[in-house]
């Protein structure tokens, strides 16, 4: 039962992050997301931390910053 209540925090999570974003945002990006949400949720942050961390990464996963593309 905890692992489904972890999955579903966690969903609401990935699902706020992706409606700040163009409709347009495709399921590797979603897959992205989740993954890094995932992992800093294992070192316990808290759910706003989540959601700030994650816009943030979909934001450079969408629209990355040219200056640190590594060329």
Request: aromatic share 8%; with cysteine; net charge positive.
């Amino acid at each position: 039962m905890l692992h489904c209540l972890y999955c579903s925090a966690m969903n609401d999570i990935v699902e706020k992050v992706l409606s700040s974003a163009d409709p347009s945002v495709g399921s590797e990006a979603r897959e992205k997301v989740r993954n890094y949400i995932g992992l800093l949720a294992s070192t316990g942050k808290t759910k706003r931390q989540l959601e700030r961390f994650g816009k943030a990464y979909l934001k450079e996963i969408t629209r990355p910053n040219p200056r640190y593309s590594g060329c």
